[in-house]
Protein backbone atom coordinates (compact mmCIF):
# COMPACT_ATOMS: atom_id res chain seq x y z
CA UNK A 1 0.00 0.00 0.00
CA UNK A 2 1.43 3.33 -0.96
CA UNK A 3 -0.02 6.44 0.16
CA UNK A 4 1.03 10.20 -1.00
CA UNK A 5 0.33 13.43 0.22
CA UNK A 6 1.38 16.64 -1.03
CA UNK A 7 0.92 19.85 1.00
CA UNK A 8 2.79 23.55 1.32
CA UNK A 9 0.01 25.26 -1.82
CA UNK A 10 -1.87 28.57 -1.53
CA UNK A 11 -1.76 31.53 -2.62
CA UNK A 12 0.65 33.68 -3.34
CA UNK A 13 1.79 37.10 -5.66
CA UNK A 14 3.82 37.01 -8.84
CA UNK A 15 7.33 36.74 -7.99
CA UNK A 16 6.93 34.78 -5.08
CA UNK A 17 7.91 32.07 -3.55
CA UNK A 18 6.11 28.51 -2.36
CA UNK A 19 7.09 25.07 -1.49
CA UNK A 20 5.68 22.34 -2.09
CA UNK A 21 6.10 19.03 -0.04
CA UNK A 22 5.55 15.29 -1.07
CA UNK A 23 5.64 12.17 1.52
CA UNK A 24 4.87 9.07 0.84
CA UNK A 25 4.62 6.08 2.70
CA UNK A 26 5.45 2.53 0.74
CA UNK A 27 5.37 -0.53 2.61
CA UNK A 28 6.17 -2.89 -0.42
CA UNK A 29 9.02 -2.06 -2.41
CA UNK A 30 10.76 0.99 -2.54
CA UNK A 31 10.17 4.30 -4.67
CA UNK A 32 12.53 4.51 -8.14
CA UNK A 33 11.03 8.02 -9.29
CA UNK A 34 8.66 11.22 -7.47
CA UNK A 35 7.35 13.72 -10.02
CA UNK A 36 5.53 16.74 -9.42
CA UNK A 37 2.78 17.73 -12.33
CA UNK A 38 0.47 20.53 -12.62
CA UNK A 39 -3.28 20.92 -14.65
CA UNK A 40 -4.18 24.45 -15.17
CA UNK A 41 -8.14 25.05 -15.87
CA UNK A 42 -9.04 23.60 -19.14
CA UNK A 43 -5.60 22.48 -20.01
CA UNK A 44 -3.75 18.71 -19.84
CA UNK A 45 -1.61 17.49 -16.97
CA UNK A 46 2.44 18.44 -17.30
CA UNK A 47 4.97 17.18 -16.27
CA UNK A 48 7.17 20.10 -13.84
CA UNK A 49 9.83 18.05 -12.57
CA UNK A 50 11.40 14.81 -11.17
CA UNK A 51 13.25 12.93 -9.91
CA UNK A 52 15.09 9.43 -9.04
CA UNK A 53 16.30 7.42 -6.51
CA UNK A 54 19.67 8.08 -6.91
CA UNK A 55 19.19 12.17 -7.54
CA UNK A 56 18.71 12.59 -11.27
CA UNK A 57 16.86 15.64 -12.14
CA UNK A 58 14.34 16.50 -15.09
CA UNK A 59 12.46 19.91 -15.66
CA UNK A 60 10.16 21.02 -18.08
CA UNK A 61 11.59 24.08 -19.81
CA UNK A 62 8.66 26.44 -18.51
CA UNK A 63 10.27 26.10 -14.84
CA UNK A 64 13.97 25.91 -15.11
CA UNK A 65 15.93 28.28 -13.19
CA UNK A 66 13.18 29.00 -11.17
CA UNK A 67 11.92 25.57 -9.31
CA UNK A 68 13.96 23.22 -7.41
CA UNK A 69 13.30 19.72 -6.60
CA UNK A 70 15.07 17.92 -3.96
CA UNK A 71 14.33 14.65 -1.35
CA UNK A 72 15.14 13.05 1.44
CA UNK A 73 15.59 9.42 0.48
CA UNK A 74 15.33 8.36 4.44
CA UNK A 75 11.92 10.31 4.75
CA UNK A 76 10.44 9.25 1.53
CA UNK A 77 9.94 13.05 1.09
CA UNK A 78 10.42 15.46 -1.94
CA UNK A 79 10.43 19.02 -2.08
CA UNK A 80 9.40 21.56 -5.16
CA UNK A 81 10.69 24.94 -4.28
CA UNK A 82 9.17 27.26 -6.59
CA UNK A 83 10.72 30.46 -7.01
CA UNK A 84 10.26 33.92 -9.33
CA UNK A 85 6.16 32.56 -9.49
CA UNK A 86 4.42 33.61 -12.31
CA UNK A 87 0.66 33.51 -13.14
CA UNK A 88 1.00 31.05 -15.85
CA UNK A 89 2.18 28.50 -12.96
CA UNK A 90 -1.54 28.85 -11.73
CA UNK A 91 -2.78 24.75 -11.13
CA UNK A 92 -2.90 22.26 -8.94
CA UNK A 93 -0.18 20.37 -8.28
CA UNK A 94 0.01 16.95 -7.99
CA UNK A 95 2.98 14.31 -6.98
CA UNK A 96 2.61 10.62 -8.23
CA UNK A 97 5.36 8.40 -6.96
CA UNK A 98 6.63 5.55 -9.35
CA UNK A 99 7.81 2.19 -7.11
CA UNK A 100 10.37 0.24 -8.46
CA UNK A 101 7.08 -2.79 -9.41
CA UNK A 102 6.64 0.37 -11.57
CA UNK A 103 3.25 1.08 -10.22
CA UNK A 104 2.63 4.80 -10.39
CA UNK A 105 0.77 6.51 -7.35
CA UNK A 106 -1.12 9.82 -7.04
CA UNK A 107 -1.50 12.11 -4.39
CA UNK A 108 -5.00 14.44 -4.38
CA UNK A 109 -2.79 18.11 -5.60
CA UNK A 110 -2.55 20.73 -3.97
CA UNK A 111 -3.46 24.27 -5.28
CA UNK A 112 -0.79 26.72 -6.35
CA UNK A 113 -2.60 30.40 -7.11
CA UNK A 114 -0.50 33.30 -8.32
CA UNK A 115 -1.52 36.53 -8.53
CA UNK A 116 -0.68 39.40 -10.90
Known amino acids: QVQVVESGGGLVQAGGSLRLSCAAS????????TGWYRQAPGKQLDLVAD???????NYAESVKDRFTISRDGAKNTVWLQMNSLKPEDTAVYYC??????????WGRGTQVTVSS
Open 26 to 33: ITVGSILT
Open 51 to 57: ITSGGNT
Open 96 to 105: KITSDWLDSY
